[in-house]
């Protein structure tokens, strides 16, 4: 008999679900990998950067963009939070409007220009001066941020000793929290020692979300063959920045690290000038964070380590968001499961491992676990 874990539904509280045709396929994906509560990013084009669909700015509203994710998931999904985009049009009469009705749960910060989709944001302190994280504190309105200094020369944008996740952490969000000591923060997909270990020390007011692959793998693992299908933002980093992230989730106190699979579609990954940043792990995010914890070291055939494991996919972060820990649950089986491309119209969107596979020639890449629902 192969090992078999029923765990509550999840939730992934960091994904992108891009628009139009793609919503349907890519929300079906995460249904079916047992996930039953998303936090759906704002990145789109125009991005979500508005409650109401009558507010004029010319962006798309909250408001429409979660009704087309409800539609999409036909009532599967139980919680569906999208974060408005903070722009530099963002006043704090907005944060209080859309609290109000119920709508607005959080907003994200994306440094300018800082990664796909981020040439709306504005620099972090504007949000500060202009009243627009005070209406978020005061109305329990959860700050996500990307995690990254901007507008930074190449030499300390990735450097072992500095980079541009290092920067924010120790420069630009601890006087955040001296100021609002009551706004909750998501540090969003964080990836190295430095982050983690200021989450770990930081009030319970700050918690922190963390992909499959930055558990999985090093900057090595995407330079070796440029293996551009792990090139994400923030990049992968040094063995003892994962080392730090794999230590967070496998404490057996952990209340604060939990899933956010910052599953980013792209058709099309390389361009003329470049790569497109993100990595697809719609359908086996679940299997991949298996698969992480085990190569961390975690036993999952040990209960006190699976309750570990469920913590991190399932407790953690609804906690954190103020949502129940789903009664519905699913299963895991440490069965191999083979995985391919997935086609949407003319777009093909390349699942991650498939990316990593060794031979290039072959269609299919191979998973150590199964979800069943
Ligand atoms: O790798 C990433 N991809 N990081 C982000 O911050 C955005 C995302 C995307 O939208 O593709
Ligand atoms: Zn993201």
Redesign the pocket.
């Known amino acids: 008999m192969s090992l078999s874990l029923i765990l509550p539904r999840w939730y992934d509280l960091h994904a992108?679900f891009r628009q139009d045709d793609l919503i349907a396929p890519l929300v079906q994906a995460h249904l079916s990998m047992g996930c039953c509560g998303i936090l759906a990013?704002p990145?789109t084009s125009p991005p979500v950067a508005k409650i109401f669909d009558t507010d004029s700015l010319p962006y798309t509203s909250l408001e429409s963009y979660r009704r087309q994710l409800q539609d999409a998931a036909n009532g599967l999904l139980e919680t569906i939070i999208v974060p408005l985009y903070l722009t530099a049009q963002t006043t704090p009469q907005m944060i209080a409007a859309g609290a109000h009705t119920g709508l607005l749960k959080a907003c994200k910060y994306y440094p300018p220009h800082g990664?796909?989709?981020a040439m709306h944001g504005a620099p972090l302190e504007l949000f500060i001066q202009n009243g627009v994280l005070r209406a978020m504190e005061e109305h329990n309105v959860i700050l996500c941020v990307?995690g990254e200094a901007h507008d930074l020369a190449a030499e300390k944008y990735f450097d072992e000793k500095t980079n541009a996740e290092d920067l924010f952490y120790r420069e630009m969000l601890p006087p955040v929290l001296d100021a609002f000591p009551r706004l909750k923060i998501v540090a969003e997909h964080i990836t190295t020692r430095t982050a983690a270990e200021f989450v770990a020390r930081g009030p319970d007011t700050l918690a922190a979300s963390i992909t499959p692959q930055h558990l999985l793998y090093t900057v090595g693992h995407l330079l070796k063959g440029l293996r551009y299908h792990l090139y994400?933002?923030p990049l992968p980093k040094f063995s003892d920045d994962r080392a730090a992230l794999q230590e967070a989730v496998l404490d057996k106190s952990n209340q604060k690290f939990f899933a956010g699979t910052?599953s980013?579609p792209?058709a099309q990954k390389t361009t003329d000038c470049g790569c497109a940043?993100?990595c697809f792990t719609g359908g086996i995010a679940p299997q991949l964070y298996a698969q992480a914890f085990e190569e961390a070291g975690c036993n999952l055939e040990d209960p006190a380590q699976q309750k570990i494991f469920a913590a991190f996919l399932c407790e953690n972060g609804p906690t954190f968001y103020g949502l129940p820990v789903a009664q519905k649950t699913f299963q895991l089986r440490k069965e191999p499961q083979n995985i391919h491309t997935l086609k949407i119209g003319s777009h093909e969107i390349v699942p991650l491992p498939l990316g990593m596979r060794a031979d290039m020639n072959a269609q299919r890449a191979t998973l150590p676990w199964q979800v069943h629902l």
């Open positions: 992108h990013m990145n990664t796909t989709g990307h994400c933002l910052d980013a792209h940043a993100g």
